[in-house]
């Protein structure tokens, strides 16, 4: 009986033990999680035309009464550090940031590995027949599936010149950004033949950067396939296997917004 009783002590101890943990929410999938995110600070790039981002110290010591207190203004460009692009950012009436439905911002996430490519060629655009290649290795990109781009270009981060291709402000400027993107081409493959959620990447705009027309954001966003620049830590990521989830700050409108990415690693 004593052994039959401490087993069954034992035994109702764990159950009490399981019920007061709290439960684990509802379809969040476990595992690492990856920061994909840039900070904003005074070192964040910016399209040489855009406004830095900014922080205004409010406050920050003692109250009068005794305790401690800190507050901020800040302000910053749409379209700079990691950021959301809209599909309303090219294409007239499509969906604004606060419109996109949040299903599109979260899913299974493919990492394509242009690294070799990319070092190369500092204007290189990814091509369809880079995302077939790496399908003969991975399998076919599934509907629904947000695309990364791993460029490698986030090791260069804040330093402009590398990154950017110039430290240069103004738009003189512009014609001198040099750094990889996605051709137009596959930008349309990957919208109308593989129906993706969204395409991320490592630099600093979907199209590379000497890119007058910007035809791969128009034909994705024509397509509302939403896009995330800047993101970082992409080589921590299996070609298969994670889920991205990308939240930017709801702007009513806004063409685009800071963003908060991250990658749980099944």
Not at 240 to 256: D, Q
């Amino acid at each position: 009986m004593t052994g039959h009783r401490g087993a069954l002590i034992v035994g109702l101890a764990l159950a009490a033990a399981a019920c007061s943990r709290p439960p684990e929410p509802h379809g969040w999938p476990g595992g690492t999680i990856v920061d994909l995110s840039h900070d904003y600070s005074s070192e964040t790039l910016f399209w040489p035309t855009a406004d830095p981002f900014k922080l205004e110290k409010v406050a920050d010591g003692m109250t009068p009464q005794g305790y401690y207190y800190a507050a901020n203004n800040f302000a910053t460009s749409e379209h700079g550090g990691t950021h959301l692009d809209a599909p309303v950012h090219f294409a007239q009436g499509h969906w604004s940031v606060d419109q996109i439905p949040l299903d599109r911002l979260t899913g299974d996430a493919v990492v394509v590995d242009v690294t070799a490519a990319s070092a190369r060629q500092p204007d290189y655009r990814v091509t369809v027949d880079d995302f077939t290649e790496w399908e003969k290795k991975n399998g076919e990109i599934a509907a629904g599936t947000i695309v990364l781009i791993h460029t490698s270009y986030a090791r260069f981060w804040p330093d402009a010149a590398k990154y950017l291709g110039t430290a240069e402000r103004g738009q003189a400027a512009v014609a001198k950004l040099h750094f990889p993107g996605l051709h137009q081409h596959a930008a349309k493959w990957l919208a109308e033949t593989r129906k993706v959620k969204a395409v991320g990447l490592d630099t600093a705009s979907i199209d590379y950067g000497q890119s007058t027309l910007f035809e791969s954001h128009r034909a994705l966003y024509e397509r509302d396939v939403p896009a995330f620049e800047n993101l970082t830590n992409l080589d921590q990521l299996p070609a298969r296997g994670a889920v991205v989830i990308a939240l930017p700050m709801k702007i009513k409108g806004g063409s685009g917004a800071p963003l908060r990415a991250i990658a749980i690693l099944r």
